[in-house]
């Protein structure tokens, strides 16, 4: 059940969404409509994100930026089926995720989105081949079907080598490049990124954003990624800004 | 099983605290099954005792004695088939006087006959018995004392005074926990011989067979009529009762070591519930990680009580490897040669071995379950968050 939208369409859309590349037609693949979440501090209700349209096609590449507190990592987390809306639908990929319970977010989160974050967060009890073998671990795959996908993953981000060698055996790049490759190796559709170069040098982080225009150009991943940088941003196909809970 | 390799290389993660905590472990179960030995090598030494074998005494007191001839009345009653008696003699070597050991004043012609649990060569029995002044002795007090067959030995009387000389005539072995191996026994006649008139032709208690061990309490209770009316009554009950009375004299001891044994558990559970509520503390982040890529609450409380199950598997595993030696080759050698009489055999028991490594798995695991149930818990959103 994905949506189908022009080059028309999202134009019509333009202060909302932005223009995209290309004049081909392109499927929605993230919809969400009046979306509203909210969260409490005490007796104290903070509004993060309020009535908020969006759609995003398949094989988009989307900077998500704007001021701290904005609420792009609450956006990220709603996208990703972290979290859900106090209102509003989100459909991903054709599925409603409102109306899903934890276990079956957490189900197809494991199928469908895969997730880089700015500190890497790799088990340092595992070695980058286990790590990258971590989301398959809830497959019904066989042993040496799972370490096959691995070293191929490993493999795409350029770590062939580096396979057996523990996280602080890693540089930062490499370390990133180890999550990069743990989020693919699944084939989900998505790939959300916070922050993925917030914590890497200007060259490593060139580095992550060639594997990540990689992955979108040649692999056909939709990447949604939340950066302060705006250099990172300029590598995606197009920005989004957010300010107190709306697109501006 | 995929999943294990995780758990259990959590476990690994932090090398110092898991020593510490297994190191914890293992000396609570060397407490525990030490504790643990005591009341069941205690409690043991009853399920040891003879099953066709009485023993009558004085009904006021063990310290009182019984006439000599009560021992041809008790050989009367139907169903006994042997009878022998016996008299505590109390004397200490006088090369170590600390050194405890049983020695009694037995009769020589028929002891054998009611205690045949105990074993000897035909040639030493032979000696024994043509020997006034022989005596056998058990060869874990041959041992102790460095006695051997054909020494002689001189015994410092304690409740009859003076130097009593023996002749070692043969040293024994036991074909049942029930015999002490440290005692030492000698002529009834010898004794009996060297007293006043008025205080000859005396004996400490009766022990006997029966043919067979149902009839027990029957014929006990036949003995003990018999003498209802005469000067000196008696107490006549199973070698089996009578240790049990001996063991209810120790019952608040056994109860007190019961608990001990328990508290030691608890403490194993709390050493092993705050290591892995610490690591959980610490990997809140990789675990909201973890849900994120979908792995789901069962999934993340199941390697956190996998992880603690291993640590108690683990400490469970060398205490029990350790706490044996030390047991069984340590104390228990020791209380074997020295308090042979309460404790024949001082070896942790297969129950016990399986209670302590059972135990420590089991309560390992329900240890984790707190710190499962908050990590299985933990926000997802809340836990991506940390890690920035």
Do not use: C
């Amino acid at each position: 059940m994905s949506d189908t939208t022009t080059t028309a369409d999202t134009k019509a859309d333009s202060r909302e969404e932005g223009v995209y590349r290309g004049t081909v037609e392109q499927k929605a693949i993230i919809r969400l409509v009046k979306v509203g979440r909210t969260y409490w501090r005490g007796k104290e209700k903070i509004e993060v994100l309020k009535d908020l349209d969006l759609t995003i096609n398949e094989g988009a590449f989307e900077a998500l930026m704007g001021p701290s507190g904005s609420g792009k990592s609450t956006l990220l987390n709603l996208i990703a089926g972290l979290d859900s809306p106090n209102a509003g639908t989100i459909t991903v990929g054709g599925v409603d995720l409102t109306g899903m319970s934890d276990a079956q977010r957490a189900r197809w989160r494991s199928n469908n989105v895969g997730f880089v974050f700015q500190t890497y967060n790799l088990l340092p009890v595992l070695t980058a081949l286990q790590n990258v073998e971590l989301p398959l671990l809830l497959t019904r795959l066989s042993a040496s079907e799972r370490k096959k996908r691995a070293q191929t993953a490993l493999r795409i981000v350029g770590l062939e080598d580096r396979m057996s060698h523990y996280p602080r055996q890693l540089s930062g790049g490499q370390e990133q490049r180890v999550t990069i490759a743990r989020a693919i190796v699944s084939d989900p559709k998505i790939i959300v990124a916070d922050e993925p170069t917030g914590d890497l040098d200007r060259e490593n982080a060139n580095e992550i954003l060639n594997l990540l225009e990689r992955l979108n150009n040649e692999f056909k991943k939709t990447i949604v990624m939340v950066t302060h940088d705006p250099a990172a941003a300029e590598r995606a196909h197009h920005q989004r800004h957010l300010d107190k809970g709306k697109l501006t | 099983m995929k999943y294990a390799r995780i758990a259990v290389k959590n476990v690994l993660r932090n090398k110092f605290r898991t020593i510490m905590t297994v190191a914890g472990i293992t000396f609570a179960l060397i407490a525990f099954l030490a504790v643990r030995t005591v009341v069941t090598s205690w409690e043991g030494a009853v399920d040891y005792a003879a099953k066709d074998r009485l023993g009558t005494r004085h009904k006021v007191t063990f310290v009182m004695q019984l006439p000599r001839k009560y021992v041809d009345d008790i050989r009367n009653v139907p169903g006994v088939k042997a009878a022998t008696w016996a008299n505590w003699f109390g004397a200490k070597n006088p090369n170590n006087e600390k050194e405890f050991f049983a020695n009694m004043a037995v009769d020589v012609p028929t002891f054998l006959e009611v205690y045949d649990e105990i074993k000897l060569d035909p040639d030493e029995i032979a000696a024994w018995k043509s020997n006034k002044r022989g005596a056998i002795i058990g060869d874990v007090l041959a041992r102790k004392f460095g006695w051997k067959v054909g020494q002689k030995i001189t015994l410092m009387g304690t409740i009859f005074p003076g130097d009593w000389e023996f002749e070692i005539s043969g040293i024994y072995q036991a074909t049942a926990r029930s015999v002490d191996r440290s005692s030492l026994f000698f002529h009834w006649e010898y004794l009996n011989d060297s007293l006043r008139p008025e205080d000859k032709d005396h004996v400490g208690w009766v022990a006997s067979r029966v043919d067979d061990p149902k009839k027990v309490p029957q014929i006990a209770k036949t003995i003990d009529k018999m003498f209802d009316e005469r000067d000196t009554q008696t107490v006549t009950m199973s070698e089996k009762a009578m240790q049990q009375s001996f063991l209810g004299m120790f019952s608040t001891i056994l109860k007190a070591l019961n608990v001990v044994s328990v508290v030691i558990l608890l403490i194993m559970m709390l050493i092993i519930g705050n290591t892995i509520a610490m690591g959980v503390r610490e990997r809140t982040n990789e675990y909201g990680m973890m849900r994120a890529i979908g792995f789901q609450p069962g999934h993340i409380a199941g390697f956190v009580l996998g992880e603690s199950a291993f640590v108690g598997l683990l400490g469970g595993a060398i205490g029990l490897g350790l706490g044996v030696m030390f047991v069984n080759f340590g104390i228990g050698a020791f209380l074997e040669e020295n308090m042979g009489g309460m404790f024949p055999f001082f070896r942790v028991a297969p129950v016990t071995a399986m209670i302590a490594v059972g135990g420590a798995v089991v309560l390992g695991a329900v240890a984790g379950l707190l710190p499962a149930t908050r990590a299985a818990r933990l926000d997802v959103v809340q836990s991506i968050r940390k890690i920035g």
